[in-house]
């Protein structure tokens, strides 16, 4: 089964700080993915990489960047937290870029920002 | 916009009733239609997909309909469950895209 692992479940930050959120597969995926999940909003993407050091913005890049310098690993960086960013963030990787190929998710980490 | 609606927000079923959540798109470049499922705590999962080849899918109590020409769709949960309480995100996407593009998700909870 493909593991995708979020570093923090739940993590709290105070406004301006630099927040990294870490996500990790085990299954030699192509891609990577960063959504924000929002009562009512549902899954809005913010980032995506399709390769190592390849990335593309979503629909909701403001605010956010992202590193992506191995395979396993995608990383979120907020610049500087504001409390509008308070959300519950979902990485997902997926095999390759096909749309139709399965996107399996990590378990979340609740960001909360003070 | 390459928008999905979705409806209902959430839904109160009893055990052994049926579930009907639907969704309605614009993008006529989409056809690729999968369902997520999403328990408390957990990550999204997929359900069940369809292509617009076909007007419907069947996987044991769950089905997808779906209506081309209507641009819509919708997942039907036969026999409803407890355990089948939980958030359900229906989602679509060109077969060419990298993307998925989902809708706001509705949370199911089945009464025993």
């Known amino acids: 089964d493909v593991k995708v692992t979020q570093s923090s479940r739940y993590l709290v930050k105070r406004t301006g700080e630099k927040v990294f959120l870490e996500c990790v597969q085990d299954m030699d995926h192509e891609n990577m993915f960063w959504y924000r999940q929002d009562p009512g909003l549902g899954l809005r993407l913010i980032y995506f990489?399709?390769?190592?050091?390849?990335?593309e913005k979503g629909d909701i890049p403001e605010g956010y960047s992202v590193s992506r310098e191995k395979k396993e690993r995608f990383s979120l960086i907020l610049e500087s937290a504001s409390t509008n960013q308070t959300s519950m963030y979902l990485c997902a990787s997926r095999a390759w870029a096909a749309s139709n190929q399965p996107q399996h998710f990590g378990d979340g980490t609740r960001l909360s920002i003070l | 916009q390459q928008q999905v609606k979705q409806s209902p927000q959430s839904l109160i079923v009893q055990k052994g009733g049926i579930s009907i959540i639907n969704c309605a798109y614009e993008n006529t470049a989409f056809d690729y239609f999968p369902w997520y499922q999403q328990f408390p705590g957990k990550g999204p999962a997929l359900l069940i997909a369809?292509?617009?080849?076909?007007s419907e899918k069947k996987e044991g109590r769950f089905t997808i309909s779906f209506n081309k020409s209507a641009k819509q769709f919708s997942l039907h949960i036969m026999d409803s469950q407890p355990g089948d309480s939980a958030t359900y995100f229906c989602a679509a996407s060109p077969q060419s895209a990298r993307q998925l593009t989902f809708g706001s998700g509705t949370q199911l909870t089945v009464l025993p």
């Open positions: 990489s399709y390769d190592v050091k390849m990335k």
């Open positions: 369809i292509r617009p080849d076909v």
